[in-house]
């Protein structure tokens, strides 16, 4: 089946520096990626959506500046958490929309601790 | 507004028993529902999905789940649970329009007891 790679698996950085995820569909072209943050015992929430060669799209509340996504590609959407801190240690997801059939799939997440 | 709930937070199930977990929504569109698995530390796994047609959905892992618009409501079972169940689940809703942006509860963590 389809597989979404996502990178790190898990990663500890000290505050004020950036942390960068990779989100990378193996087998299939992915139109359209999105990227979730969970915390401890709680729900996802979507962040945003990107699609491949334009801006991504953000949701409520989540600073764009601070969580800058890049869609560079129809198999890589980025993350970065930039100047991360405490606040910001979290489990991240992100899901990718197969662009033929329109399937959609998660990756294994990553969680990130900031010191 | 939409919103997806799972009014359980936590349900425990003895080994062979049979398990129902709860989710309503409340959406504007047409939704397309989903149940997800979620492992400690993992990400997610589908268990099933609807967008159309028979409204009882088969799933992997020998799960089901039913949607019924009058009540809102797309309830996952599963006739004898495994020990191997026991993990977090979540129900999501999407839609066309919001390009499969998943809503989704806060999830229903599993026990399952010998």
């Known amino acids: 089946g389809a597989v979404v790679s996502q990178h790190p698996s898990r990663v500890i950085c000290k505050s004020g520096t950036s942390v960068k995820i990779e989100c990378r569909s193996l087998?299939?072209?992915?139109?359209?990626m999105f990227w979730y943050r969970q915390f401890p015992k709680q729900s996802l929430m979507l962040m945003a959506t990107?699609?491949?060669?334009?801006?991504?799209?953000?949701e409520q509340g989540v600073e764009k500046d601070k969580f800058l996504i890049n869609h560079a590609s129809l198999t890589l959407s980025t993350l970065t958490v930039t100047s991360a801190h405490p606040e910001d240690s979290s489990f991240y997801i992100c899901s990718a929309r197969e662009r033929r059939g329109g399937e959609l799939f998660f990756g294994s997440g990553t969680q990130l601790s900031v010191l | 507004a939409q919103s997806v709930t799972q009014p359980d937070i936590h349900i425990t199930v003895s080994e062979g028993a049979s398990l129902e977990l709860r989710c309503n929504y409340s959406?504007?569109?047409?939704?397309?529902l989903f149940w997800y698995v979620q492992s400690p530390g993992q990400g997610l796994q589908l268990l099933l999905k609807y967008f159309s047609g028979d409204t009882l959905v088969q799933g992997i892992k020998g799960f089901e789940a039913e949607f019924k618009r009058s009540q809102s409501s797309f309830n996952l079972r599963k006739p004898s649970v495994h020990w191997s169940d026991a993990a977090e689940y979540f129900c999501a809703v999407g839609n066309s329009n919001s390009g499969y942006a998943l809503n989704f509860g806060k999830g229903t963590s599993l026990l399952v007891t010998p």
């Open positions: 990107s699609n491949e060669g334009s801006k991504a799209t953000y």
């Open positions: 087998d299939f072209q992915a139109t359209t």
């Open positions: 959406y504007g569109a047409t939704p397309y």
